[in-house]
């Protein structure tokens, strides 16, 4: 899980890519949306 993780979302958007985790109508994240800090 990460950016080198090609399933996730985060992957997805490091790579570039679309799928299931991540659909084309989706907004890209902001750094206001990216919730590092949370958990």
């Known amino acids: 899980m990460g ?3 090609k399933r996730s ?3 997805k958007i ?3 890519s679309y799928g ?3 659909s084309h109508s989706e907004p890209k994240p ?3 949306d990216a919730g590092k800090g949370k958990k």
């Open 20 to 22: 299931n985790s991540r």
């Open 30 to 32: 902001t750094v206001k």
């Open 9 to 11: 979302r985060k992957g």
């Open 3 to 5: 950016k080198g993780d």
């Open 14 to 16: 490091y790579r570039g």
